[in-house]
């Protein structure tokens, strides 16, 4: 039996999204990644094998969230125009214009 995570995946793909979104792809390390997940470069290779699947997978982890962002606004939002203002603007609350 192996050993319980001290980070959850849902957890660590979170931090990493966060590094990731200050430094960029291009000065993403494990070394980085390590340090804002608070665990080891090894144990995030062996997590994830690679940088770029490390990558993959904290993007894809953001693809899942903006789904279902999208899909809970999409249920709450009203059929009519400021509705559908309204659920395009939900994943950005920076950008919302002060008409809705």
């Not at 590094?19 to 070394?31: N, Q, R």
């Not at 997590?47 to 990558?55: D, P, Q, V």
């Not at 999409?74 to 400021?82: C, F, G, Q, S």
Request: with cysteine.
């Amino acid at each position: 039996m192996g050993r319980s995570k001290t980070v959850s995946d849902n957890v660590a793909l979170d931090r990493l999204l966060d590094a990731l979104e200050t430094v960029g792809p291009d000065g993403f390390s494990f070394s980085k990644a390590s340090r804002a997940v608070g665990l080891s470069a090894a144990t995030l290779v062996q997590r994830y094998g690679t940088r770029e699947a490390m990558i993959e997978a904290t993007l894809l982890h953001a693809w899942d969230r903006l789904d279902a962002i999208t899909a809970g606004a999409d249920a709450e939002a009203p059929a009519n125009p400021t509705g559908a203002i309204s659920m395009l603007l939900r994943p950005c609350p920076a950008a919302r214009p002060s008409i809705i």
